[in-house]
Protein backbone atom coordinates (compact mmCIF):
# COMPACT_ATOMS: atom_id res chain seq x y z
CA UNK A 1 0.00 0.00 0.00
CA UNK A 2 1.77 2.96 -0.75
CA UNK A 3 -1.00 5.44 0.53
CA UNK A 4 -2.54 4.86 3.17
CA UNK A 5 -3.38 8.38 4.60
CA UNK A 6 -7.36 9.22 4.30
CA UNK A 7 -7.74 12.54 2.56
CA UNK A 8 -9.48 14.33 5.75
CA UNK A 9 -5.85 13.66 7.05
CA UNK A 10 -4.27 15.40 3.86
CA UNK A 11 -5.99 18.25 1.79
CA UNK A 12 -9.32 17.69 3.64
CA UNK A 13 -11.00 18.05 0.21
CA UNK A 14 -13.94 15.67 -1.67
CA UNK A 15 -13.62 13.84 -4.24
CA UNK A 16 -11.55 11.12 -3.22
CA UNK A 17 -11.43 7.20 -4.18
CA UNK A 18 -10.69 4.38 -1.98
CA UNK A 19 -9.28 1.14 -3.75
CA UNK A 20 -9.93 -2.18 -3.14
CA UNK A 21 -6.36 -2.16 -1.13
CA UNK A 22 -7.79 0.67 0.88
CA UNK A 23 -5.32 3.30 -1.05
CA UNK A 24 -6.94 6.50 -1.89
CA UNK A 25 -6.74 8.90 -5.04
CA UNK A 26 -7.52 12.05 -5.16
CA UNK A 27 -8.37 14.96 -6.76
CA UNK A 28 -10.75 14.21 -9.30
CA UNK A 29 -8.53 14.51 -12.52
CA UNK A 30 -6.58 11.77 -11.05
CA UNK A 31 -9.79 9.91 -10.28
CA UNK A 32 -10.80 10.11 -14.11
CA UNK A 33 -7.86 9.20 -15.22
CA UNK A 34 -7.40 6.19 -12.95
CA UNK A 35 -11.50 5.45 -14.04
CA UNK A 36 -10.93 6.04 -17.68
CA UNK A 37 -7.46 3.47 -17.32
CA UNK A 38 -9.49 0.96 -15.44
CA UNK A 39 -12.58 1.10 -18.10
CA UNK A 40 -10.52 1.64 -21.18
CA UNK A 41 -12.55 4.73 -21.49
CA UNK A 42 -10.47 5.83 -24.38
CA UNK A 43 -11.14 9.37 -22.83
CA UNK A 44 -7.53 10.94 -23.03
CA UNK A 45 -6.22 10.57 -26.39
CA UNK A 46 -2.84 9.73 -27.88
CA UNK A 47 -0.23 13.01 -27.63
CA UNK A 48 -0.03 15.23 -29.35
CA UNK A 49 -4.07 16.07 -28.73
CA UNK A 50 -2.90 14.39 -25.36
CA UNK A 51 -2.01 17.98 -24.28
CA UNK A 52 -5.11 19.47 -25.43
CA UNK A 53 -7.15 17.34 -23.51
CA UNK A 54 -5.07 17.86 -19.91
CA UNK A 55 -5.31 21.82 -20.58
CA UNK A 56 -8.69 21.71 -20.91
CA UNK A 57 -9.84 19.91 -18.15
CA UNK A 58 -7.06 21.73 -15.89
CA UNK A 59 -9.10 25.07 -17.19
CA UNK A 60 -12.36 23.52 -16.41
CA UNK A 61 -11.15 22.74 -12.56
CA UNK A 62 -9.99 26.09 -12.64
CA UNK A 63 -13.40 27.32 -13.03
CA UNK A 64 -14.48 24.86 -10.56
CA UNK A 65 -12.78 25.89 -8.03
CA UNK A 66 -13.07 29.90 -8.47
CA UNK A 67 -16.73 29.15 -8.37
CA UNK A 68 -16.48 27.00 -5.09
CA UNK A 69 -14.34 29.65 -3.81
CA UNK A 70 -16.89 32.13 -4.20
CA UNK A 71 -19.73 29.59 -2.79
CA UNK A 72 -17.45 29.80 0.27
CA UNK A 73 -17.28 33.14 0.38
CA UNK A 74 -20.90 33.86 1.06
CA UNK A 75 -21.75 30.41 2.96
CA UNK A 76 -18.40 30.05 5.01
CA UNK A 77 -17.25 33.08 5.83
CA UNK A 78 -18.64 35.32 8.31
CA UNK A 79 -21.04 38.39 6.93
CA UNK A 80 -18.63 41.10 8.94
CA UNK A 81 -15.35 40.02 7.18
CA UNK A 82 -17.02 38.70 3.44
CA UNK A 83 -14.59 40.53 0.82
CA UNK A 84 -16.63 41.56 -2.40
CA UNK A 85 -13.87 42.43 -4.04
CA UNK A 86 -11.83 38.92 -3.69
CA UNK A 87 -15.06 37.81 -4.82
CA UNK A 88 -15.13 39.72 -7.91
CA UNK A 89 -11.41 38.70 -8.72
CA UNK A 90 -12.61 34.83 -8.64
CA UNK A 91 -15.02 35.72 -11.01
CA UNK A 92 -12.59 37.42 -13.72
CA UNK A 93 -10.41 34.31 -13.20
CA UNK A 94 -14.11 32.26 -14.24
CA UNK A 95 -14.90 35.25 -17.12
CA UNK A 96 -11.30 34.87 -18.91
CA UNK A 97 -11.89 31.47 -19.10
CA UNK A 98 -15.28 31.56 -20.34
CA UNK A 99 -13.89 33.76 -23.06
CA UNK A 100 -10.65 32.34 -23.71
CA UNK A 101 -13.06 29.17 -24.34
CA UNK A 102 -15.29 30.90 -26.67
CA UNK A 103 -12.39 32.09 -29.34
CA UNK A 104 -9.75 29.92 -28.83
CA UNK A 105 -11.16 26.47 -28.23
CA UNK A 106 -14.23 26.01 -30.16
CA UNK A 107 -12.69 23.56 -32.53
CA UNK A 108 -11.05 21.17 -29.73
CA UNK A 109 -15.28 21.27 -28.65
CA UNK A 110 -16.24 20.08 -31.57
CA UNK A 111 -14.07 16.91 -31.91
CA UNK A 112 -14.80 13.33 -30.43
CA UNK A 113 -15.94 13.18 -26.84
CA UNK A 114 -12.45 13.44 -24.14
CA UNK A 115 -11.74 13.91 -20.45
CA UNK A 116 -11.47 18.13 -21.17
CA UNK A 117 -14.89 18.23 -22.42
CA UNK A 118 -16.51 16.01 -19.94
CA UNK A 119 -14.77 18.68 -17.23
CA UNK A 120 -15.78 21.43 -18.91
CA UNK A 121 -19.36 19.79 -19.08
CA UNK A 122 -19.55 19.49 -15.35
CA UNK A 123 -17.82 22.95 -14.83
CA UNK A 124 -20.68 24.62 -16.65
CA UNK A 125 -23.15 23.01 -15.21
CA UNK A 126 -21.99 23.86 -11.73
CA UNK A 127 -22.54 27.65 -13.18
CA UNK A 128 -25.98 27.24 -13.76
CA UNK A 129 -26.27 25.51 -10.53
CA UNK A 130 -24.77 27.60 -8.14
CA UNK A 131 -24.16 31.30 -9.88
CA UNK A 132 -27.52 31.55 -12.28
CA UNK A 133 -27.75 35.20 -11.65
CA UNK A 134 -24.26 35.84 -13.57
CA UNK A 135 -25.21 34.56 -16.64
CA UNK A 136 -22.10 33.12 -18.16
CA UNK A 137 -24.33 32.59 -21.27
CA UNK A 138 -24.82 36.29 -22.50
CA UNK A 139 -21.09 36.63 -23.71
CA UNK A 140 -20.58 33.20 -24.94
CA UNK A 141 -22.93 32.12 -27.57
CA UNK A 142 -20.43 29.74 -29.07
CA UNK A 143 -19.68 27.95 -25.87
CA UNK A 144 -23.64 27.87 -24.50
CA UNK A 145 -24.51 26.23 -27.62
CA UNK A 146 -22.21 23.40 -27.25
CA UNK A 147 -23.15 23.54 -23.63
CA UNK A 148 -26.70 23.24 -24.68
CA UNK A 149 -26.03 19.88 -26.66
CA UNK A 150 -23.88 18.69 -24.48
CA UNK A 151 -26.33 18.70 -21.81
CA UNK A 152 -28.55 16.33 -23.54
CA UNK A 153 -26.33 13.69 -23.31
CA UNK A 154 -28.17 11.34 -20.86
CA UNK A 155 -25.10 10.79 -18.37
CA UNK A 156 -25.82 14.90 -18.16
CA UNK A 157 -29.56 14.80 -17.92
CA UNK A 158 -29.36 11.86 -15.37
CA UNK A 159 -27.29 13.72 -12.68
CA UNK A 160 -28.11 17.17 -12.68
CA UNK A 161 -27.60 18.18 -9.26
CA UNK A 162 -30.50 19.19 -7.03
CA UNK A 163 -31.04 22.04 -4.85
N1 LIG B 1 -9.53 20.47 -7.83
C1 LIG B 1 -10.09 19.63 -6.80
C2 LIG B 1 -11.08 20.44 -5.98
C3 LIG B 1 -11.59 19.70 -4.79
C4 LIG B 1 -12.43 20.59 -3.91
O1 LIG B 1 -12.17 21.80 -3.77
N2 LIG B 1 -13.45 20.00 -3.29
C5 LIG B 1 -14.31 20.75 -2.37
C6 LIG B 1 -15.75 20.30 -2.50
S1 LIG B 1 -16.36 20.44 -4.11
C7 LIG B 1 -13.89 20.47 -0.97
O2 LIG B 1 -13.69 19.34 -0.62
N3 LIG B 1 -13.80 21.51 -0.15
C8 LIG B 1 -13.51 21.39 1.24
C9 LIG B 1 -12.38 22.28 1.63
O3 LIG B 1 -11.86 23.03 0.77
O4 LIG B 1 -12.01 22.24 2.80
C10 LIG B 1 -10.75 18.43 -7.45
O5 LIG B 1 -11.19 18.54 -8.60
O6 LIG B 1 -10.80 17.36 -6.86
Known sequence: MWNSLSPSATLGKIPALELEDETVLFDSRVICRYLDARAGGGFYPAEPRLWQTLTLE???DGIMEAAILIIYESRCRPEEIRFPDWVEAQW?????????????????????????????????????FRLPGRGWRGAHPGLAAWF???????AMRETVPQG
Open 58 to 60: ALA
Open 92 to 128: AKIARALDTLETGWQGHLARPLDMGQIALGCALGYLD
Open 148 to 154: AAFAERP
